[in-house]
């Protein structure tokens, strides 16, 4: 082998080229890593955790309400989103500082820069567009995420997006949300939760495009009955105007919002550009994606790449079980595959969205025969809190082999039940299984072991 510096460099110090990084130094690799922001990445500095912060911080207002219910008065409550940003940052240095220590006890160089591939082994590091060195490395791993997509439109500068949402000096009293997918969903209902005045505009038919249809009806519908202004198959934003205080947002049919903040939430694009990818050779798709096989290699033998900029499953646990299986194949001896399927997931909408396997439309497009099976109902938690919020259950079920295929809930704690919802999935449980499974009463989740009687086929085909 060629003296390189590294046996594997990883670009990006994420959720997965972390995990890379220490498990290719756990079978023994020399190992360098490239970060040009902060160790952690998305889901730690300006993504899933500090998302979640904000999710439990906005459900205090319905939370208060719902205790008077139950015998409490709550008088006096009030919030501070300064204090709320202030101890969200403390928390996401305190994760920064862990990660950092998790690169420093398994021997990992960081290296405190932007990384441009030069050729297939060799890196140029870069600090404030100042060349720092160039490192070499038997295998390179990309590992740099994504990044929030923006539209080109006049005024797009006075918009934000889920980065700057994070780090708004004051709280917006209204704020207009475009787009229908996760980060849209969850934004709303933070903004919301929290008392700002919420628009959000989608495109299509009906939010969260993919999900299973009656969860996101039922996500729909509670979301405008907590007070989130949703308006789906609206015209797009086509500009937006700076005035005195606040901005003018005009849709494409010239409808016009007055709001004070701006925020899209339409996708995140790879953050391959200036990698130096088209210097290598590493074939990317059209939208910037590095396309990669089985092994997570690129089109040139020796570059790797793993999470968000390959563009698969947008998901943090995904890419760290990519980043196990790469580091137990190249360097633990372990030939290991990613198995995508049943892959279970959280929408922190309010209330949450927890799902597993295939929704209904997929089922019915691979199997020939399935049931579906579904409970609706108020949780006990509201009985006596008030809230008319419901909760959606559904099981869908391969009538020929029992297998129950797809898992879907929105209701209180939702992404804590489909958890483990996920590991019977995975295991190709039965209906029959479900049901010989006892109930722990009382519970939302047992709602999953006692689903008897599935939804009549008439009503199905009527549905
Ligand atoms: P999504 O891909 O989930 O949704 C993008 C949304 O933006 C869609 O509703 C889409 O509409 C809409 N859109 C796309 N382009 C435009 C446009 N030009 N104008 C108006 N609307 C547009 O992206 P997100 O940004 O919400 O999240 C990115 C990814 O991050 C997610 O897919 C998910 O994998 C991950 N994530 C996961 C979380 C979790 O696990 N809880 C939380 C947050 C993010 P249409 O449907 O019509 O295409």
């Given at each position: 082998?060629a003296?390189?510096d590294?046996?594997?460099?990883?670009?990006?110090?994420?959720?997965?080229?972390?995990?890379?990084?220490?498990?290719?130094?756990?079978?023994?690799?020399?190992?360098?890593?490239?970060?040009?922001?902060?160790?952690?990445?998305?889901?730690?500095?300006?993504?899933?955790?500090?998302?979640?912060?904000?999710?439990?911080?906005?459900?205090?207002?319905?939370?208060?309400?719902?205790?008077?219910?139950?015998?409490?008065?709550?008088?006096?409550?009030?919030?501070?989103?300064?204090?709320?940003?202030?101890?969200?940052?403390?928390?996401?240095?305190?994760?920064?500082?862990?990660?950092l220590?998790?690169?420093?006890?398994?021997?990992?160089?960081?290296?405190?820069?932007?990384?441009?591939?030069?050729?297939?082994?060799?890196?140029?590091?870069?600090?404030?567009?100042?060349?720092?060195?160039r490192?070499?490395?038997?295998?390179?791993?990309?590992?740099?995420?994504?990044w929030?997509?923006?539209?080109?439109?006049?005024?797009?500068?006075?918009?934000?997006?889920?980065?700057?949402?994070f780090?708004?000096?004051?709280?917006?009293?209204?704020?207009?949300?475009?787009?229908g997918?996760?980060?849209?969903?969850?934004?709303?209902?933070?903004?919301?939760?929290?008392?700002?005045?919420?628009?959000?505009?989608?495109?299509?038919?009906?939010?969260?495009?993919?999900?299973?249809?009656?969860?996101?009806?039922?996500?729909?519908?509670?979301?405008?009955?907590?007070?989130?202004?949703?308006?789906?198959?609206?015209?797009?934003?086509?500009?937006?105007?700076?005035?005195?205080?606040?901005?003018?947002v005009t849709?494409?049919?010239?409808?016009?919002?007055?709001?004070?903040?701006?925020?899209?939430?339409?996708?995140?694009?790879?953050?391959?550009?200036?990698?130096?990818?088209?210097?290598?050779?590493?074939?990317?798709?059209?939208?910037?994606?590095?396309?990669?096989?089985?092994?997570?290699?690129?089109?040139?033998?020796?570059?790797?790449?793993?999470?968000d900029?390959?563009?698969?499953?947008?998901?943090?646990?995904?890419?760290?079980?990519e980043?196990?299986?790469?580091?137990?194949?190249?360097?633990?001896?372990?030939?290991?595959?990613m198995?995508?399927?049943?892959?279970?997931?959280?929408?922190?909408t309010?209330?949450?969205?927890?799902?597993?396997?295939?929704?209904?439309?997929?089922?019915?497009?691979?199997?020939?025969?399935?049931?579906?099976?579904?409970?609706?109902?108020?949780?006990?938690?509201?009985?006596?809190?008030?809230?008319?919020?419901?909760?959606?259950?559904?099981l869908?079920?391969?009538?020929?082999?029992?297998?129950?295929?797809?898992?879907?809930?929105?209701?209180?704690?939702?992404?804590?039940i489909?958890?483990?919802?996920?590991?019977?999935?995975?295991?190709?449980?039965?209906?029959?299984?479900?049901?010989?499974?006892?109930?722990?009463?009382p519970?939302?989740?047992?709602?999953?072991?006692?689903?008897?009687?599935?939804?009549?086929?008439?009503?199905?085909?009527?549905?």
């Open positions: 082998m003296d390189y590294y046996d594997l460099f990883i670009i990006g110090a994420g959720s997965g080229g972390v995990r890379a990084a220490r498990m290719a130094s756990t079978y023994g690799a020399r190992v360098g890593i490239a970060e040009e922001s902060r160790v952690g990445g998305t889901c730690v500095i300006r993504g899933c955790v500090p998302k979640k912060l904000l999710v439990y911080a906005s459900q205090f207002a319905e939370e208060f309400a719902w205790a008077e219910g139950y015998g409490w008065s709550v008088e006096g409550a009030s919030f501070h989103w300064a204090s709320l940003i202030a101890r969200k940052d403390a928390e996401i240095d305190r994760l920064n500082g862990l990660y220590q998790t690169l420093r006890n398994n021997n990992v160089t960081l290296h405190e820069a932007r990384a441009e591939l030069a050729d297939a082994h060799t890196v140029i590091l870069t600090r404030n567009g100042h060349e720092t060195g490192v070499t490395a038997d295998k390179i791993l990309i590992a740099v995420g994504g929030p997509a923006m539209v080109n439109i006049p005024g797009a500068e006075h918009a934000i997006t889920s980065n700057e949402a780090h708004l000096k004051a709280q917006p009293k209204r704020i207009v949300i475009a787009g997918g996760y980060i849209a969903c969850e934004f709303a209902g933070i903004f919301n939760g929290l008392g700002s005045h919420v628009v959000q505009l989608y495109r299509s038919t009906q939010i969260l495009r993919g999900f299973d249809q009656d969860i996101r009806d039922t996500v729909a519908a509670e979301m405008r009955k907590k007070g989130v202004d949703l308006r789906v198959e609206s015209p797009v934003i086509e500009r937006i105007d700076k005035r005195d205080g606040d901005l003018l849709l494409v049919d010239g409808s016009t919002i007055e709001t004070d903040a701006v925020m899209f939430a339409i996708g995140r694009a790879p953050n391959t550009q200036g990698l130096g990818l088209e210097t290598v050779g590493v074939e990317t798709n059209d939208v910037g994606a590095v396309l990669v096989d089985e092994d997570f290699r690129s089109s040139v033998p020796n570059i790797f790449a793993l999470g900029v390959t563009d698969r499953i947008q998901l943090t646990p995904v890419a760290i079980a980043a196990m299986a790469f580091a137990a194949t190249q360097f633990g001896g372990v030939p290991t595959f198995d995508y399927r049943d892959v279970p997931s959280a929408v922190f309010q209330p949450p969205v927890g799902t597993c396997g295939l929704p209904e439309h997929e089922a019915r497009d691979l199997y020939d025969d399935i049931d579906i099976y579904k409970a609706d109902f108020r949780p006990m938690k509201h009985t006596l809190g008030g809230a008319s919020e419901r909760t959606m259950m559904k869908i079920v391969d009538r020929q082999t029992d297998r129950v295929l797809g898992a879907h809930m929105v209701g209180l704690d939702a992404g804590e489909i958890q483990g919802i996920g590991v019977a999935i995975k295991c190709g449980a039965t209906k029959a299984q479900f049901d010989a499974t006892v109930a722990i009463h519970t939302a989740a047992e709602e999953f072991v006692t689903m008897r009687t599935p939804v009549p086929r008439l009503k199905q085909a009527a549905e």
